[in-house]
């Protein structure tokens, strides 16, 4: 299969087949979350039938936005909420205390049902105090007595930081009763309460870090749990679909009271939500990015429109853009040598993605590779594995190459050369194999003594078969080797090699696809590696008749390098030889 030159209608999104889903928005006093969290749904709904376990485990982030959007949706989904009367401790005339049903009217000190939550709880907090001065002492509830009865969430990265405290709570769950304790444990409490029945849901939110490490110190209460995700995509692929994730953007934007989102607004929101996602089929349902994004465009300009939020984009990207700045700087001025023209053998422009500690965003850049072939025992010597800067993935796509080319020159004995590779004014740790279809171009361009055209970057990993496999931050890559081309003068040959398994994750800026659109810049999208590798060099990996295709020429330089020499006499030789002749 050739590899295709894409059109500038594939670096975005499609957003023309969902105009009436744009105009059709659903009405968001309906349940939008319980329509796009269906699995939050089905958990929650579980956990308010389960008696035995009643604990639920929530992927999600542990902010107090993220738990209140639980436990509304908790409460939306329960049949528990009939009315209780609770409990409360009766003092006797001996100062003793009495555990006593809440009469009708009363305070209450335990009480049920509901759903409680913190994003941050002490001790004290949670399991209230016994206070009181000159003998007047009496019990101050916590958390966990108002949530008595009803539904507690708390974030799993609180029960990690304070152990005692979980252990604590686990103990009462598992008994079923709550023991008061004193806060000092030098100091016996100063009276006597009675314990209190516990009956309670428990529900702990946590990113996938926090949940592994809770299960790693917990693994029999996780696997008694139940579990659920607060999704973070939304999948579409119909105007239903969208008119959803449309309606929650709009029940978001509706909490904040700003204004209404104008319809020529939606194609640039769902071009960023899917550049967010890294996916074309994929739009962000985070509470906090969606709302962002309106209320930046709001302080742009005082409404939403497609207008305010191009504004308001552009904007946080040139704050954002120092760091990437000035490394396109260092470019400009030669001091980090990439280039953008001519042939050279062995030296390919890969792509690289930066994410630098305390940088809000990540960026790419083109990478310089090079490689070198000489006489040897057919070794491809990795200069970053070398030098310790080269992480086990790299070493990885490494290996792959040597086996991938290997296998095709069909060799019957060892690779009479060996090759050395680096990524050249490279500093820090190499790490991901994104960078292996470059290698294997640079690899085969110095094995062939065929060179390779400066004006296009290569990214991409391959398999030992040869198979060009998708990679990650193509947005930023591609965008990394626009900018140093543009700055130079597009001269209207310039692109970028990428798979074509990645073609669904571009979203790409204005500026490229302008380009793109312009034929002054452009994007190839391949299957396998000699796919690349024709496009680099302007030959064919392998043809029929073995003429002048790159295999051959690699071929026929080992046999030129494997012939055996045959040395004249010269000097004394020839005259011993001219003497035994007479």
Same mark, same amino acid.
């Given at each position: ?28 006093? /309906? #349940?939008? @979350? =319980? ?35 639980? =436990? ?28 006593? $049903? ?22 004290? &907090? ?12 009496? $019990? ?20 990690? +930081? ?19 304790l004193s806060a000092d444990e030098r100091r016996p409490l100063p009276v006597s309460l009675p314990d209190l029945p516990l009956n309670i849901k428990l529900i702990l939110c946590g990113d996938r870090d926090a949940l592994a490490e809770f299960q790693e110190s917990e693994p029999e209460f996780v696997a008694r749990a139940l579990y659920t995700e607060y ?5 579409? %692929? ?7 994730? !449309? ?38 349902? !985070? ?5 962002? @994004? ?11 429109? =497609?207008?305010?939020?191009?504004? =308001? ?10 760091? $990437? ?8 001025? @030669?001091?980090?040598?990439? &280039?953008?023209? /001519? ?11 930066? #994410? ?21 025992? /057919? ?48 500093? %820090? ?16 361009? +110095? ?15 391959? #398999? ?102 045959? %040395? ?12 035994? @002749?007479?």
């Amino acid at each position: 299969m050739i590899s295709s030159q894409l059109p500038w209608q594939a670096l975005r999104p499609n957003t023309d087949d969902y105009r009436t889903a744009f105009t059709r928005i659903p009405d968001t006093e /309906g #349940d939008i @979350q =319980a329509a796009i969290q269906p699995r939050l749904i089905n958990g929650l709904a579980y956990l308010d039938n389960q008696t035995l376990s009643p604990v639920l485990m929530v992927r999600s982030q542990e902010n107090t936005d993220y738990l209140s959007r639980i =436990a509304a949706a908790y409460l939306a989904v329960s049949e528990n909420n009939g009315d209780f009367s609770g409990w409360n401790y009766q003092r006797q005339a001996d100062d003793r205390f009495l555990l006593v $049903p809440a009469a009708p009217g009363d305070a209450v000190f335990c009480q049920q049902p509901g759903v409680f939550f913190r994003e941050w709880i002490e001790s004290t &907090e949670l399991f209230g105090a016994v206070r009181g001065h000159a003998g007047d002492y009496r $019990p101050e509830p916590g958390l966990l007595h108002q949530a008595n009865g009803g539904t507690l969430i708390l974030s799993v990265r609180t029960l990690l +930081a304070q152990p005692l405290m979980w252990l604590r709570l686990k103990q009462y769950l598992a008994r079923g009763y709550f023991q008061w304790l004193s806060a000092d444990e030098r100091r016996p409490l100063p009276v006597s309460l009675p314990d209190l029945p516990l009956n309670i849901k428990l529900i702990l939110c946590g990113d996938r870090d926090a949940l592994a490490e809770f299960q790693e110190s917990e693994p029999e209460f996780v696997a008694r749990a139940l579990y659920t995700e607060y999704e973070e995509q939304w999948r579409f %692929s119909n105007n239903d679909d969208m008119a959803l994730w !449309c309606g929650w953007v709009t029940c978001l934007s509706q909490e904040l009271n700003l204004p209404d989102i104008a319809e020529d607004s939606w194609p640039l929101l769902v071009t960023e939500g899917c550049r967010y996602t890294g996916d074309q089929t994929l739009l962000p349902l !985070c509470p906090h990015w969606i709302q962002r @994004q309106l209320t930046d465009a709001v302080s742009y300009g005082g409404e939403i429109c =497609a207008r305010t939020l191009r504004g =308001a984009l552009e904007a946080r990207r040139w704050r954002e853009s120092y760091l $990437p700045g000035r490394m396109q700087d260092e470019i400009n001025d @030669q001091q980090v040598f990439i &280039e953008t023209e /001519g042939e050279v053998i062995g030296q390919v422009n890969g792509l690289s993605v930066l #994410d630098f500690p305390g940088h809000p965003r990540p960026w790419g850049e083109p990478s310089r590779i090079t490689c070198v072939v000489h006489y040897g025992d /057919g070794e491809v010597m990795d200069i970053e594995r070398k030098a310790e800067l080269g992480g086990n993935l790299h070493a990885k796509g490494m290996m792959i190459i040597q086996a991938f080319l290997i296998s095709e020159l069909e060799l019957d004995q060892q690779l009479p050369f060996s090759a050395s590779m680096v990524f050249e004014q490279s500093y %820090s740790e190499v790490d991901g194999d994104s960078a292996s279809l470059a290698e294997l171009c640079a690899l085969v361009s +110095a094995l062939a003594l065929q060179p390779l055209t400066q004006s296009i970057a290569v990214t991409g990993s391959i #398999d030992q078969l040869g198979n060009v496999q998708p990679v990650g931050g193509l947005n930023e890559k591609i965008e990394g080797f626009f900018g140093v081309c543009s700055a130079r003068e597009l001269t209207g040959k310039q692109g970028v090699v990428i798979p074509r398994s990645n073609v669904r994750h571009l979203s790409l800026s204005d500026e490229v696809t302008e380009a793109v659109k312009a034929g002054q810049f452009h994007l190839w999208a391949v299957d396998s590696a000699d796919q690349a590798l024709t496009l680099l060099t302007g030959k064919q990996w392998l043809t029929e008749d073995d003429s002048d295709d790159l295999i051959s020429l690699i071929q026929r330089r080992i046999a030129q390098a494997t012939q055996p020499e045959h %040395s004249s006499r010269t000097g004394v030789l020839r005259w011993l030889n001219w003497f035994n @002749q007479r």
